[in-house]
């Protein structure tokens, strides 16, 4: 038996894991904070127990490690840049080397990382422009949060995001000059690190990074119509602001019509812009909200940023041509949310517990009723249980409970899933560290 263990383990190593450079394209997606619950319970919410979504279409599957190098439980800088740089580095840091000290930056966004404080971490964004690729990243989030920044910025603190922006603007003070003429793609929210104090932002600097892009020849966007009437096919760049702060949860952006775009939208859009470069792009796209519906333990609005995230998979699938196309699908870290109780098949998973005997209200030890999605930790802890209603429980608003009392639900440890497919997926399998998932890519852009 461990001769034959041990033949087979060999034959898998030796196994060729990717044709180098076998990836003319690549697009991530990043679904922020979307562990194996957050998944399930969104194809549940959607499509029932027996369904699928667009991301578990994919013929690749890995478990990612996602510890930073400082916590078991990282945030989401080190996770991210883990995945675009290849190095582990300390919680809050954004694309730096693992001796980075994170360092509290101002309240205008701007930091002071000290000397002998680390140094960049070269990003698969900065490699691929290098390279003559087109280069972008769109997400739900503001364009300066951790995720997209670290794709092509570095400091020692994430809320650093007025010198995180200034990073992406091309010629002006601040801007990294690893990315070449610049992002041929920018969109997300968050405005006020874009513009002067002056002009209702947070930048002390007087700067309107909104104007600078434009005087750089990007198109400047920002609302959702104005992205439905652009003709993306017909653009070299594009930057589209879409809000001040983050935009908002997809529930929203639906049930009260705003004027924003779909994160499903800006994906095609922003394909549609790099596509036109003859020697391919790298493209990282965000379901950022997925995230911060769960810290707020809003198991609703998650799951419906989820399915959002899993639209813009769905469109890019239809869209990109996976001879030469590779696509990723990961989260950064998981949450504290479980799925628990034996509700019968077909309840919906925000409601109640009902049993799969009688289907009648599952109920605790104490007599309460209980739903089937609950948080170890976050805000909606009583010192005594009550029965949840099952009208409150599928309303927008509710508020999961929570095993332990904090005033914002916690990121979880765990493993989370990856999935893949297209030109050079082959190589992701098993069991890997998130620092293994940027070699993988980088091979098979040939970086």
């Given at each position: 038996m461990k001769t034959l263990l041990a033949a087979t383990l060999a034959a898998c190593a030796a196994s060729p894991a990717l044709a180098a450079g076998e990836a003319k394209n690549v697009i991530f997606f990043l679904g922020d904070g979307m562990g194996p619950a957050t998944v399930t319970a969104a194809r549940i919410y959607q499509y029932g127990e027996s369904g699928k979504l667009a991301m578990e279409k994919l013929d690749r599957t890995a478990r990612i490690k996602t510890f930073s190098n400082d916590a078991q439980t990282t945030d989401s800088?080190?996770?991210?840049?883990?995945?675009?740089?290849?190095?582990?580095?300390?919680?809050?840091?954004?694309?730096?080397?693992?001796?980075?000290?994170?360092?509290?930056?101002?309240?205008?966004?701007?930091?002071?990382?000290?000397?002998?404080?680390?140094?960049?971490?070269?990003?698969?964004?900065?490699?691929?422009?290098?390279?003559?690729?087109?280069?972008?990243?769109?997400?739900?989030?503001?364009?300066?949060h951790a995720t997209p920044a670290a794709t092509y910025a570095h400091v020692c603190h994430r809320d650093a995001e007025s010198d995180i922006i200034a990073q992406a603007v091309p010629g002006g003070a601040g801007y990294n000059a690893k990315l070449g003429a610049g992002l041929d793609v920018l969109m997300g929210g968050g405005s006020k690190f874009l513009l002067p104090k002056a002009s209702g932002g947070k930048r002390g600097d007087g700067r309107n990074l909104l104007q600078e892009f434009a005087a750089k020849g990007y198109p400047v966007l920002q609302t959702g119509a104005q992205l439905a009437a652009f003709d993306a096919k017909s653009a070299n760049k594009l930057v589209g602001i879409f809000g001040k702060d983050h935009l908002d949860y997809e529930l929203d952006r639906v049930k009260n019509k705003l004027d924003q775009p779909s994160l499903a939208q800006m994906t095609a859009a922003a394909m549609d812009v790099l596509s036109k470069n003859g020697k391919g792009?790298?493209?990282?796209?965000?379901?950022?909200?997925?995230?911060?519906?769960?810290?707020?333990?809003?198991?609703?609005?998650?799951?419906?940023?989820?399915?959002?995230?899993?639209?813009?998979i769905k469109t890019a699938l239809a869209k990109a041509d996976l001879k030469n196309t590779l696509i990723v699908v990961t989260a950064d870290h998981d949450h504290t949310m479980t799925i628990n109780g034996y509700s019968k098949r077909g309840n919906p998973i925000h409601d109640i517990s009902r049993s799969y005997v009688d289907g009648q209200p599952a109920k605790d030890a104490d007599g309460a009723v209980y739903t089937t999605l609950a948080f170890g930790n976050g805000p909606n802890r009583k010192p005594t249980r009550v029965s949840v209603d099952s009208a409150a429980a599928i309303a927008d608003d509710y508020q999961q409970e929570t095993g332990i009392r904090l005033s914002s639900e916690t990121h979880g440890g765990g493993d989370v899933m990856l999935m893949s497919g297209g030109a050079g997926s082959q190589g992701f399998k098993g069991v890997m560290d998130n620092t293994k998932v940027f070699s993988l890519v980088k091979s098979a852009l040939g970086l």
């Amino acid at each position: 038996m461990k001769t034959l263990l041990a033949a087979t383990l060999a034959a898998c190593a030796a196994s060729p894991a990717l044709a180098a450079g076998e990836a003319k394209n690549v697009i991530f997606f990043l679904g922020d904070g979307m562990g194996p619950a957050t998944v399930t319970a969104a194809r549940i919410y959607q499509y029932g127990e027996s369904g699928k979504l667009a991301m578990e279409k994919l013929d690749r599957t890995a478990r990612i490690k996602t510890f930073s190098n400082d916590a078991q439980t990282t945030d989401s800088a080190p996770s991210m840049a883990a995945y675009m740089t290849g190095v582990k580095m300390n919680n809050e840091v954004i694309s730096m080397t693992a001796d980075t000290r994170a360092i509290e930056p101002n309240s205008d966004g701007t930091g002071n990382c000290g000397s002998n404080n680390g140094a960049p971490a070269a990003t698969l964004l900065e490699l691929a422009k290098a390279k003559g690729k087109a280069i972008g990243a769109v997400t739900t989030t503001r364009v300066t949060h951790a995720t997209p920044a670290a794709t092509y910025a570095h400091v020692c603190h994430r809320d650093a995001e007025s010198d995180i922006i200034a990073q992406a603007v091309p010629g002006g003070a601040g801007y990294n000059a690893k990315l070449g003429a610049g992002l041929d793609v920018l969109m997300g929210g968050g405005s006020k690190f874009l513009l002067p104090k002056a002009s209702g932002g947070k930048r002390g600097d007087g700067r309107n990074l909104l104007q600078e892009f434009a005087a750089k020849g990007y198109p400047v966007l920002q609302t959702g119509a104005q992205l439905a009437a652009f003709d993306a096919k017909s653009a070299n760049k594009l930057v589209g602001i879409f809000g001040k702060d983050h935009l908002d949860y997809e529930l929203d952006r639906v049930k009260n019509k705003l004027d924003q775009p779909s994160l499903a939208q800006m994906t095609a859009a922003a394909m549609d812009v790099l596509s036109k470069n003859g020697k391919g792009y790298v493209l990282m796209v965000e379901g950022g909200r997925i995230d911060h519906a769960l810290h707020g333990t809003n198991a609703k609005r998650a799951l419906v940023d989820a399915i959002a995230f899993d639209e813009a998979i769905k469109t890019a699938l239809a869209k990109a041509d996976l001879k030469n196309t590779l696509i990723v699908v990961t989260a950064d870290h998981d949450h504290t949310m479980t799925i628990n109780g034996y509700s019968k098949r077909g309840n919906p998973i925000h409601d109640i517990s009902r049993s799969y005997v009688d289907g009648q209200p599952a109920k605790d030890a104490d007599g309460a009723v209980y739903t089937t999605l609950a948080f170890g930790n976050g805000p909606n802890r009583k010192p005594t249980r009550v029965s949840v209603d099952s009208a409150a429980a599928i309303a927008d608003d509710y508020q999961q409970e929570t095993g332990i009392r904090l005033s914002s639900e916690t990121h979880g440890g765990g493993d989370v899933m990856l999935m893949s497919g297209g030109a050079g997926s082959q190589g992701f399998k098993g069991v890997m560290d998130n620092t293994k998932v940027f070699s993988l890519v980088k091979s098979a852009l040939g970086l």
